[in-house]
């Protein structure tokens, strides 16, 4: 009996509906709350049309720094993450092979803990007085590298991107991984034997033949850090000063206050330009597929 392909599209009104009722209708009326005066110290809303957004794209307000520095967070950590993911892909595939699994294990060790855990051991080992990391330093005479890793405005962002970046990177690598295993063997022994050496295989042949895997990790690495919260929050509440605050701090902290309004803005234009990127991006994939 030939198995049945297509299906009745009822099947999928269950779950379309709870998408629709929990995931589209708040997210319409969010973006119509960010044209108002939302707020929990009065029962009456009114339109104020843009002067949210306005407030947001302000040189008198912070935002623009968060805006700043969430780009910041996300082209650094896609750059680290998706070049040490594929250095430890490469190294675990092509390189090591004695105990590879038991290395994979252990790096990707740190995706299932859980952020908050991560965040607060780390607080205590980049402690700038009793922290692991500078007392190992001084110990093995390097005291002039050790840094107020988290209290310095000038590095604390990039100390976040660093804890980030070690958290994440075995999830990019098992995907690399899953790239590179998925590389017909012919070609890259067809490259050996045209007498191409490690580099010349590795451009010519392995990255173009990895390039969806490469597409796929950008896009959640760019989803993943256009919202970091949790990592942020845990390690510096967006301290030193201003220093770390990012457009979730930011949307967080208008809601903690009551600007209802002003966080939805904040919340709707966010959601605007992930919306633009992912479009491009899934246009750029389907470009690749089709030209494949």
């Not at 045209?194 to 990255?207: E, P, R």
């Not at 895997?213 to 942020?232: H, M, P, R, S």
């Amino acid at each position: 009996m030939k198995p049945r392909t297509n299906y009745p599209f009822y099947f999928t009104l269950g779950a379309l509906v709870l998408y629709l009722v929990f995931m589209i209708i708040p997210g319409l009326a969010g973006i119509a709350y960010s044209f108002t005066n939302w707020s929990p110290y009065t029962t009456k809303v009114n339109f104020i049309g843009l002067e949210n957004f306005i407030t947001v794209f302000s040189a008198n307000e912070n935002y623009l720094l968060y805006i700043r520095h969430t780009f910041i967070f996300t082209i650094v950590t896609i750059v680290l993450k998706t070049v040490l993911g594929l250095a430890l892909a490469l190294l675990l595939t092509e390189g090591v092979k004695h105990l590879a699994y038991l290395y994979r294990v252990l790096i990707y060790l740190p995706v299932v803990l859980p952020m908050l855990a991560i965040a607060l051991i780390f607080r205590s080992i980049l402690d700038p007085a009793s922290g692991f990391l500078n007392t190992a330093l001084r110990a093995l005479g390097l005291g002039i590298l050790a840094q107020k890793w988290l209290v310095d405005p000038r590095i604390a962002l990039y100390s976040v991107i660093g804890v980030d970046s070690w958290a994440g990177v075995g999830y990019i690598m098992v995907i690399l991984i899953a790239g590179i295993q998925s590389i017909p063997r012919e070609y890259l022994e067809a490259a050996e034997v045209d007498g191409a050496g490690f580099w010349a295989k590795l451009i010519w042949v392995t990255l173009p033949m990895m390039m969806p895997a490469i597409i796929i990790v950008t896009v959640l690495n760019l989803l993943y850090a256009l919202k970091v919260f949790d990592v942020v929050y845990a390690l510096t509440n967006g301290g030193p000063g201003y220093a770390t605050d990012v457009i979730y701090t930011a949307i967080f902290e208008a809601f903690s206050q009551g600007l209802w309004g002003l966080g939805t803005a904040f919340s709707s234009l966010l959601f605007v330009f992930m919306g633009v990127v992912g479009y491009f991006v899934i246009r750029l994939m389907d470009r690749g597929r089709t030209r494949d």
